[in-house]
């Protein structure tokens, strides 16, 4: 693997653990204003500290996060829906590899739609946003997006994150499900997996670490951290799941703690 490659992946996969705590923000490229992230710098700034990388588009880095501040950056390039269209998988790519190139980031993201009515047109679209990434040595996420219709099966997650990687993506973002670890065996690059919609934070500690025990190289997580009443808290505690291995009932206790400090 290019030295380019490597290097960029190892500030996103911490090397000592070789996992990751992504901070998913990047929903408003098709919800808007999103609950949680209405005023994105408000949201962004507390939990800076504590993600090991942020997942957002442009306009929200150029805007919301300070350029002096070290961390790691996914840039999701693709786009061109909203929550109004009629169908959600007619997206394309919204960034150029210059513009990923002069923000310094470590990483692109766009989203491929196995299934779906624009399955060709967004691996068409994966596979041209690889041969511009390899020319600059910038690995590419690939977002598993699953239509309404869809099932978030072992079956269907496998399909996806391995026609991803069989097209060159360096790492892969979907969901956990039953049988996780058949998703990740067969997939010959990294797995991180979305939060999904905001639950209890229990729940949401037990997916953290459901995931990482069956797999997956980390979390790329929004909604259950953002909408979180600690969403400091919250960060933490999946921080030291994915990085500490620590239980469920320990991570628990840190969320339930920091609130008091
Ligand atoms: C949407 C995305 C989002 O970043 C991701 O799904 C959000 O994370 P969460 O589900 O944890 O809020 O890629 O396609």
Request: hydrophobic share 40%; proline share 5%.
């Amino acid at each position: 693997m290019d030295w380019g490659v490597k290097n960029r992946l190892a500030r996103i996969f911490k090397p000592d653990t070789g996992k990751t705590v992504m901070l998913a923000v990047d929903h408003g490229y098709f919800l808007g204003p999103t609950s949680g992230l209405e005023v994105p710098s408000k949201t962004i700034k507390p939990l800076l500290p504590y993600a090991n990388s942020l997942m957002l588009t442009r306009g929200v880095l150029r805007t919301s996060v300070p350029a002096d501040f070290d961390i790691p950056i996914v840039l999701r390039v693709s786009g061109g829906t909203s929550i109004l269209s009629k169908d959600l998988s007619n997206e394309g790519i919204t960034t150029s590899i210059r513009e990923a190139i002069r923000l310094n980031v470590c990483a692109i993201a766009l989203s491929i739609f196995v299934g779906s009515e624009h399955e060709r047109e967004s691996l068409l679209n994966l596979a041209e946003l690889i041969n511009q990434a390899e020319e600059f040595g910038i690995p590419v996420l690939t977002v598993t997006a699953v239509g309404r219709e869809m099932t978030r099966d072992a079956k269907y997650l496998s399909l996806c994150c391995r026609i991803a990687a069989e097209m060159g993506a360096h790492f892969v973002k979907t969901y956990y499900c039953e049988d996780f670890e058949k998703v990740v065996e067969t997939c010959p690059v990294p797995v991180v997996i979305a939060g999904g919609k905001k639950i209890p934070e229990k729940n949401a500690l037990q997916l953290a670490h459901n995931a990482i025990s069956h797999g997956a190289a980390g979390v790329d997580m929004g909604r259950n951290i953002f909408q979180s009443d600690n969403p400091v808290g919250m960060i933490q505690a999946v921080k030291a799941i994915v990085h500490k291995r620590i239980s469920v009932e320990e991570a628990y206790k840190m969320y339930e703690g920091s609130k008091k400090t």
